[in-house]
Every structure is written in C-alpha cells, then in structure tokens.
C-alpha cells in the first residue's frame, strides 16, 4: 500500500492487453475509425447487452450529441432531465434549442423522481432522459408507462450503469437509444470515449449516418450502395481504431473489472455501516431488484459543513476524497433557463451532503481498511 493509493480518487484500470491490441491495431495499419478493434468493441456490446446495435463514440457528451440530433431536437422543444447529473446529459439537448425541465431525485437512490415526473410533461416534452446514477437502476417501470402514455421518448445517460441491470434486464436497453462513457473516471475507459445505444431499429440507420459526417460511408462499406455521398446532417464521433484497442482489453475483462469494483463496495459497505446508523449517515440504497454496476461508493453525511470537515479530516491523513453534481438548475446556465433555488430540494440538499470515496481497481482490502479506520475516527 502507498500513500499515493489512497491520495488518489480514482484511477484508470489497466488489465494488461491494453499496448499488446493496441500495438496490434498500429501494425494494422489501421488507425482511423470502425477498423477490426471498433468492430469487435461493437459486436462484445450487441452480443453481452442484447442491443439492436452499438457504436463506439469519442465521448459519451458526443453519444448524447447524436441521440439529440436522431430525436430531431428543436428550439421549442422541452426535455426533461434531472438536475443532479453531469453538463453533458443536458447541453447535447440544449445545443439543439432545446428548453431543459429539470427535475429532482428520490433521496434513496439519488435518480430521478418518477412520482414527480409526470407534473414536469407538457404537450412540448420531447424526450426524458433518467440518469443511472452511481449505476444503479432508475425506475424504469413507471417512467416508461407515463412516457409511452404521454408520447414521449426515453434515453438513458447509463454513463456510470454499463453492466447494471434494473428487474433483470440491462441498463441502456430500455430507452430507444443510451449513451456509454469511456472516460477515465468510469468502470472502463480509453482516456477518451463512449457509445451509442442503439435499441429502436427504425434509429439505426440514421445513427450511423450522424457519426459518419452526414454520409452513408457504414452503407457503402457494407456494399448496400456503390458510392457514398452526404446525406443528412452529422459530424465526426468516430473514436481512432488505437482507442477502440485500448477499450478491448477492458470489455473483454469485464467480469474481473467488476468483481473487483464489487468487492470494494462491499468492503466500505461492511466497514461503514454501523458507524452510518449512529451518525445518521446515509450509505448508497440499492433497492432489491437492481444488480448496480459498482461505479462509487458515497456517504450522506447530515449537514455541508460536516461533510467539509469529513473531507478535511481525510485529506489530513491523506485520502482524497470528493463532492460530485452542484444542481443544474442553479447553475449559471441553468439561471437562465429559469431555475430557481427550491425547485429541487432533494438535489439541493444530497449536492451539498453527498462524499465520494476513492473507488478504483488499484485498491487493496489494506487500502481500504485505512480508509475506513479514518473515517472510524470522525466524531461529531
Ligand atoms: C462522465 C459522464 C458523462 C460524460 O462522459 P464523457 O465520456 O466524459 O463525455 C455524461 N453523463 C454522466 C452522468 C457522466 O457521469
């Protein structure tokens, strides 16, 4: 164990292939997208997930991007996201025109609120994007039934759910499209990327299209058309073959990436639990017919100024530990379109209590037994 470990909050897990494919898809030849690695990252997440189709993006920001433009988001149109998330759930909407409709969390899981959800739909409402938050399943059922009754698309922001499940079945596969994150920060990374979702076939197409520039390359390399051309609008979201190498030696090692992020959860949760009940601190809920995917582990704590001096009292005895989302709707961005302090008391009040604790796979049990003794030691 070494002092850096435990200073550091997160770090990017390596398994091993990483420069052996990555190498391998240099010797290729084949550095620029869709090459043999970007094809194989594709079928690994159609096959294990059970989507329609999969594509690999630069950046979950930019898969968001592409599920803005496959909705045909216009000025005018309101989407309806929750306040405690990252920027990127609701600037993909907003580059667009579109108006954002924040709204709050349930205090037990810190994902969007469905019993609220409905009073926040208007005839404007064009899509509702719930965001598994930690990976852990939103209530899907009932957001489907109000947004199939009301005429409204889901997408999901499963940034932090890829291998969740919610009832059984995979996050990322219940709206018509999900974004992935492949950023350093999340459970499997190239430094930079994402993907695309893709469960509503009738999206597929124009999916492909978006991230090819406007142009029907994908159809033309398949040989369905003899010359490819511009047919729509679209930009670049094609991460290099050399990334999609990187992120091969992850996928591929999925099951021992998160066995190993499970058993850190369950140590801080074995560790802290007793102490959570006596200091009123609240640990992360999961409700029984989620499996979570293991992304964080975070404390509640009772007040803002008792988490400040959780996270001082760490830092003295050099653990690095963090706060995450500030409400949206209290942002300057969010000002402008309207927010006003209240509108999200749950947001408003998990932003300034929640701590996340150093989770990553270079971890020991050592690690985190000095992790857990310290906080042991914080009395108030
Ligand atoms: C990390 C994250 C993103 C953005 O991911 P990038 O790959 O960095 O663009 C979006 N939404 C949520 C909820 C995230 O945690």
């Given at each position: 164990?070494?002092?850096?470990?435990?200073?550091?909050?997160?770090?990017?897990?390596?398994?091993?292939?990483?420069?052996?494919?990555?190498?391998?898809?240099?010797?290729?030849?084949?550095?620029?997208?869709?090459?043999?690695?970007?094809?194989?990252?594709?079928?690994l997440?159609?096959?294990?997930?059970?989507?329609?189709?999969?594509?690999?993006?630069?950046?979950?920001t930019?898969?968001?991007?592409?599920?803005?433009?496959?909705?045909?988001?216009?000025?005018?149109?309101?989407?309806?996201?929750?306040?405690?998330?990252?920027?990127?759930?609701?600037?993909a909407?907003?580059?667009?025109?579109?108006?954002?409709?924040?709204?709050?969390?349930?205090?037990?899981?810190?994902?969007?609120?469905?019993?609220?959800?409905?009073?926040?739909?208007?005839?404007?409402?064009?899509?509702?994007?719930?965001?598994?938050?930690?990976?852990?399943?939103?209530?899907?059922?009932?957001?489907?039934?109000?947004?199939?009754?009301?005429?409204?698309?889901?997408?999901?922001?499963?940034?932090?759910?890829?291998?969740?499940?919610?009832?059984?079945?995979?996050?990322?596969?219940?709206?018509?499209?999900?974004?992935?994150?492949?950023?350093?920060?999340?459970?499997?990374?190239?430094?930079?990327g994402?993907?695309?979702?893709?469960?509503?076939?009738?999206?597929?197409?124009?999916?492909?299209?978006?991230?090819?520039?406007?142009?029907?390359?994908?159809?033309?390399?398949?040989?369905?058309?003899?010359?490819?051309?511009?047919?729509?609008?679209?930009?670049s979201y094609?991460?290099?073959?050399?990334?999609?190498?990187?992120?091969?030696?992850?996928?591929?090692?999925?099951?021992?990436?998160?066995?190993?992020r499970?058993?850190?959860?369950?140590?801080?949760?074995?560790?802290?639990t007793?102490?959570?009940?006596?200091?009123?601190?609240?640990?992360?809920?999961?409700?029984?017919?989620?499996?979570?995917?293991?992304?964080?582990?975070?404390?509640?704590?009772?007040?803002?100024?008792i988490?400040?001096?959780f996270?001082?009292?760490?830092?003295?005895?050099?653990?690095?530990?963090?706060?995450h989302?500030?409400?949206?709707?209290?942002?300057?961005?969010?000002?402008?379109?309207g927010?006003?302090?209240?509108?999200?008391?749950?947001t408003?009040?998990?932003?300034?209590?929640?701590?996340?604790?150093?989770?990553?796979n270079?971890?020991?049990?050592?690690?985190?037994?000095?992790?857990?003794?310290?906080?042991?030691?914080?009395?108030?």
């Amino acid at each position: 164990m070494t002092e850096t470990l435990r200073q550091t909050f997160n770090r990017p897990v390596i398994m091993g292939n990483e420069l052996h494919y990555m190498a391998e898809a240099i010797a290729g030849e084949k550095l620029s997208g869709d090459g043999p690695f970007t094809k194989r990252c594709h079928s690994l997440l159609e096959h294990e997930l059970g989507v329609q189709k999969a594509l690999l993006t630069t950046s979950c920001t930019h898969a968001l991007e592409i599920m803005a433009l496959l909705l045909d988001i216009r000025p005018g149109d309101e989407v309806i996201i929750p306040s405690f998330t990252f920027v990127s759930t609701v600037n993909a909407f907003v580059l667009r025109g579109a108006k954002p409709v924040f709204a709050d969390v349930r205090l037990d899981t810190l994902n969007l609120d469905e019993s609220k959800l409905e009073s926040l739909v208007t005839p404007h409402t064009k899509a509702i994007v719930p965001v598994h938050y930690a990976g852990v399943g939103c209530e899907m059922d009932a957001i489907l039934e109000i947004a199939i009754r009301r005429g409204v698309r889901v997408v999901e922001d499963n940034a932090h759910g890829l291998f969740g499940r919610y009832k059984g079945k995979y996050l990322g596969t219940f709206g018509a499209l999900a974004a992935q994150s492949f950023h350093e920060t999340k459970n499997f990374t190239c430094g930079e990327g994402g993907a695309l979702l893709i469960n509503d076939p009738a999206l597929a197409e124009r999916a492909e299209i978006i991230r090819e520039k406007g142009t029907n390359r994908s159809r033309f390399f398949r040989g369905q058309v003899d010359k490819y051309t511009w047919v729509d609008i679209g930009s670049s979201y094609l991460p290099s073959d050399v990334l999609a190498a990187f992120l091969y030696a992850q996928l591929e090692n999925r099951e021992k990436i998160q066995s190993h992020r499970q058993k850190v959860w369950v140590t801080y949760q074995a560790g802290l639990t007793g102490w959570a009940a006596r200091h009123e601190v609240q640990l992360p809920f999961i409700p029984v017919y989620c499996e979570q995917a293991y992304h964080m582990f975070y404390l509640l704590l009772p007040t803002l100024d008792i988490r400040q001096a959780f996270i001082a009292h760490l830092r003295q005895r050099g653990i690095h530990s963090v706060f995450h989302y500030l409400p949206l709707h209290l942002s300057d961005m969010g000002l402008q379109f309207g927010g006003r302090p209240g509108d999200c008391p749950v947001t408003e009040r998990v932003s300034d209590q929640l701590v996340r604790l150093p989770f990553h796979n270079a971890l020991t049990e050592d690690d985190q037994q000095v992790i857990i003794e310290a906080i042991l030691e914080f009395d108030f």
